[in-house]
């Protein structure tokens, strides 16, 4: 079946220091694939998603291309900020997207 | 409005009692959805509803329910608590086609 495998936490940085937080992930098909933040208090919410192989996706700075011949998704951001401090999870969809399968999350925490 | 409501935010249950878990959204979604949400673990799916027609995960089949009394509520339904249901809730909606999902800010639930 379908997996996502993500970076494990908890991670923690300066402000100012770059960011990667690799996902890999395991389909059969052609996905979509989708980065989450979670911040305390709420439910996850999209970041940003890239439906098709060797495209970019970004938001808020943050940004991760599809590659599809290494199966991987990595987010990246060039500086973090304090209220970059959160919760990211990598996911992916099949198909008609009725679905969604994510990783385990990574906990970002930013000091100043 | 793109929010999606949980109700309750805390709930303490004991061993054997039924818990009733509630979810609305105003977005006119036709798909809804419940993930269980353990510690160090990733989101796990546990049931669907696409319009009136419930999906549910084969190893979660047996132990929860769910309603959908119109379009925008859903419920999660389990009739006997066991101290392996503590975790958080996490509800989440979707368009068709639309990929994204919105989720609610949880339900956390302790059973005792």
């Known amino acids: 079946g379908d997996s996502v495998t993500q970076t494990e936490g908890p991670v923690t940085l300066s402000e100012g220091t770059s960011l990667t937080v690799n996902c890999s992930y395991e389909?059969?098909?052609?996905?979509?694939l989708f980065w989450y933040v979670q911040y305390p208090g709420e439910g996850p919410q999209l970041l940003f998603k890239?439906?098709?192989?060797?495209e970019k996706g970004s938001n808020r700075g943050f940004e991760a291309t599809y590659n599809k011949e290494a199966t991987s998704f990595h987010l990246q951001k060039a500086s973090v900020q304090e209220s970059d401090s959160a919760v990211y999870y990598c996911?992916?969809?099949?198909?008609?997207?009725?679905?969604?399968?994510f990783g385990t999350g990574t906990k970002l925490q930013v000091v100043p | 409005d793109t929010t999606v409501k949980q109700n309750p935010r805390y709930k303490l249950a004991r061993v054997g009692k039924p818990v009733n878990l509630i979810c609305s959204q105003t977005?006119?979604?036709?798909?809804m959805y419940w993930y269980q949400k353990k510690p160090n673990q990733a989101p796990k799916l546990l049931l669907f509803?696409?319009?009136?027609?419930?999906?549910r995960e084969a190893d979660t089949f047996e132990k929860f329910q769910s309603s959908r009394p119109n379009n925008s509520f859903c419920s999660l339904y389990i009739g006997s608590a066991g101290l392996e249901y503590s975790a958080m809730y996490l509800c989440?909606?979707?368009?068709?086609?639309?990929?994204?999902?919105?989720f609610g800010p949880g339900t956390r639930l302790t059973v005792l």
């Open positions: 989440a909606s979707s368009s068709p086609g639309g990929f994204e999902q919105y």
């Open positions: 389909t059969k098909q052609y996905p979509t």
């Open positions: 890239v439906p098709k192989a060797n």
């Open positions: 996911a992916l969809s099949e198909g008609s997207g009725t679905y969604q399968r």
């Open positions: 977005m006119n979604h036709d798909t």
């Open positions: 509803y696409y319009d009136k027609i419930l999906n």
